[in-house]
């Protein structure tokens, strides 16, 4: 007698958050184009009917994606941004969270998206209202810090380019290297040389072995 519990009438639905991550990695490493049912069903090692347990077709699981990346990279950012600084270096280092810790901020999905909305019109018009929402975000980080208008969209806008840059040539570097260089990022975004214990409380935050500044050599 079958196990109820391995039951085939059982297994083949999986749960949710499976069907998604599997999507994402198909969105992330081949584009939208791989995030189709069936390939998904066989690498899971689950049935189509497991899919529609979850999702009411394709497009639906599309737009989990889609809502997904807006949570994460979007809200997140706009969080880091809104947190509690003493200083706008404080700020800014709150905001590199998303540059260092992955649960925060998922590079290689935003890159996808970017790339998929290329031929999307309704994804790049909320690409484009994401990307308004995180100027925002950022600018009212330096005017709360007391910089004029003109002058904290300037630094917005500078920190928001530089990273879709960073994103779109899929640089690589260590961990360790990234933060030892966070300081002199602070110092050229914000006009202002962050604090020992400033850039002590990233590297602790990121690291359980802070790496020195090249200063500090």
């Excluded at 935003?110 to 290329?118: E, G, K, P």
């Excluded at 994103?167 to 961990?175: D, G, H, N, R, V």
Aim: charged share 20%; net charge positive; proline share 6%.
């Amino acid at each position: 007698m079958p196990n109820p519990m391995t039951d085939s009438r059982q297994k083949p639905r999986g749960s949710q958050q499976l069907w998604l991550d599997a999507a994402l990695d198909a969105l992330t490493t081949r584009g939208v184009e791989a995030v189709k049912i069936m390939p998904l069903a066989q690498k899971l090692g689950l049935t189509r009917t497991g899919f529609y347990a979850h999702f009411r077709d394709r497009e639906a699981l599309l737009e989990a994606l889609i809502a997904h990346w807006e949570q994460k990279n979007t809200g997140n950012l706009v969080a880091r941004c809104e947190a509690y600084a003493e200083s706008i270096c404080e700020a800014v280092f709150n905001l590199f969270d998303c540059w260092i810790d992955p649960t925060l901020f998922d590079a290689r999905l935003d890159l996808a998206i970017r790339n998929w909305a290329r031929n999307a019109p309704a994804l790049q018009a909320r690409l484009d209202a994401a990307d308004a929402r995180r100027a925002a975000a950022i600018m009212a980080m330096f005017t709360r810090a007391g910089y004029a208008q003109a002058d904290a969209k300037a630094r917005a806008m500078t920190i928001l380019y530089t990273q879709i840059g960073y994103i779109s040539m899929q640089i690589t570097e260590p961990k360790s290297i990234r933060i030892i260089h966070m300081p002199a990022y602070i110092q050229v975004f914000t006009g202002q040389s962050p604090t020992d214990s400033e850039c002590s409380r990233f590297r602790a935050r990121h690291t359980s072995n802070p790496p020195q500044s090249p200063s500090a050599k």
